[in-house]
Nanobody
Framework: VQLQASGGGLVQAGGSLRLSCAAS????????MGWFRQAPGKEREFVAA????????YYTDSVKGRFTISRDNAKSTVYLQMNKLKPEDTADYYC?????????????????WGQGTLVTVSS
């Protein structure tokens, strides 16, 4: 599975960005997908996940009500809509794929990773 993330950039606090992650090389509709982020000097942390059917979504508490994960299986793409961005959301954002559908909050549950896309939120 190859994953290509895009959509990062510089935005002011309170603004919005939408990240995209295009997948290839596997049956996208069979994959659980997740977004993680890593700020400088910190460990990679879970942000959001969506089940293969989009029937279940999960979020870390700090982004609930502000971020929305979604997927378009016809386009083999997962999205992360980020609203009301805060400076503490600044990080490299990574998409990841879990073909074994293990649950979704741990980095160890994902077998495939895209390159990061940098999100910078200015105050």
């Amino acid at each position: 599975v190859q994953l290509q993330a895009s959509g990062g950039g510089l935005v002011q606090a309170g603004g919005s960005l939408r990240l995209s992650c295009a997948a290839s090389g596997s049956t996208f509709s069979s994959l659980n997908m997740g977004w993680f982020r890593q700020a400088p000097g910190k460990e990679r942390e879970f942000v959001a996940a969506i089940s293969w059917s989009a029937g279940m979504t999960y979020y870390t508490d700090s982004v609930k009500g502000r971020f929305t994960i979604s997927r378009d299986n016809a386009k083999s793409t997962v999205y992360l809509q980020m609203n009301k961005l805060k400076p503490e959301d600044t990080a490299d954002y990574y998409c990841a794929a879990d073909p074994r559908r293990r649950g979704g909050r741990s980095v160890y549950e994902y077998d495939y990773w895209g390159q990061g896309t940098l999100v910078t939120v200015s105050s």
